[in-house]
């Protein structure tokens, strides 16, 4: 069975920290991994990840994928306040194009 | 404006009592899909769709219904609601090559 997990649960820490996490995935025929931020509502796409070691980069945050070890990791720098957010990690496979299988999510909160 | 509509936004029934989810979206963007969010369980696929007439089974279908008449609309039916289908529902679109990176806004569903 398809499995997506993503560390820690949640985290605490202050403006100006940076802060990773992780999502380790295992699924057969993998085809992409995806990150996506939710704040109260909806989620918002980040970045969709093909390839091993090629770091996907929009302003303050990054994501890089390890197809050999099976993880993606999203960093976030100079954190802010409006950084706080539940972080979603979804891994697609070619088996099934069309289904895309979530994590739980990192809750990231930033104090000011 | 590059959007996915989601209606209603907020929705109190009685259990058995049928009713439909509209979904609709802008950017002609082939794929579609629902996904439900429950706490401690994350968000899990009900259905898909790829393309207009095509439409595919997530994770959670059991008690939902789905069609793809046209490119822009997804609803989602519920033809016999019952309490365990309470939920904060959610539509998404996306195009071919399986990034889902526009979600609607939400639609809370509560079935008494």
């Known amino acids: 069975e398809d499995k997506v997990v993503q560390s820690p649960l949640s985290l605490v820490v202050h403006e100006g920290d940076t802060v990773t996490l992780n999502c380790s995935y295992e699924?057969?025929?993998?085809?992409?991994l995806l990150w996506y931020k939710q704040e109260k509502k909806a989620p918002t796409f980040l970045f969709m990840l093909?390839?091993?070691?090629i770091e996907k980069k929009s302003g303050r945050l990054s994501s890089i994928l390890d197809k050999k070890e099976l993880f993606s990791i999203l960093n976030i720098t100079a954190t802010q306040t409006g950084d706080s957010a539940v972080y979603l990690c979804?891994?697609?496979?070619?088996?099934?194009?069309?289904?895309?299988?979530f994590g739980a999510g990192t809750q990231v909160v930033v104090t000011p | 404006e590059a959007q996915v509509t989601q209606n209603p936004r907020y929705l109190i029934t009685v259990t058995g009592k049928k009713l439909t989810v509209t979904c609709s979206q802008n950017?002609?963007?082939?794929?579609m899909s629902w996904y439900r969010q429950d706490p401690g369980l994350g968000l899990r696929q009900i259905y898909y769709?790829?393309?207009?007439?095509?439409?595919d089974k997530g994770d959670v279908p059991e008690g939902y219904k789905v069609s793809r008449k046209e490119k822009r609309n997804f609803p989602l039916i519920l033809e016999s609601p019952s309490p365990n289908q309470t939920s904060l529902y959610f539509c998404a679109s996306g195009n071919s090559q399986g990034a889902l990176a526009f979600f609607g806004q939400g639609t809370r569903l509560t079935v008494v």
């Open positions: 699924v057969t025929n993998f085809r992409s």
């Open positions: 769709s790829m393309n207009v007439e095509v439409t």
């Open positions: 093909t390839s091993s070691g």
């Open positions: 950017m002609n963007h082939e794929y």
């Open positions: 979804a891994v697609g496979s070619t088996d099934s194009w069309g289904k895309l299988q």
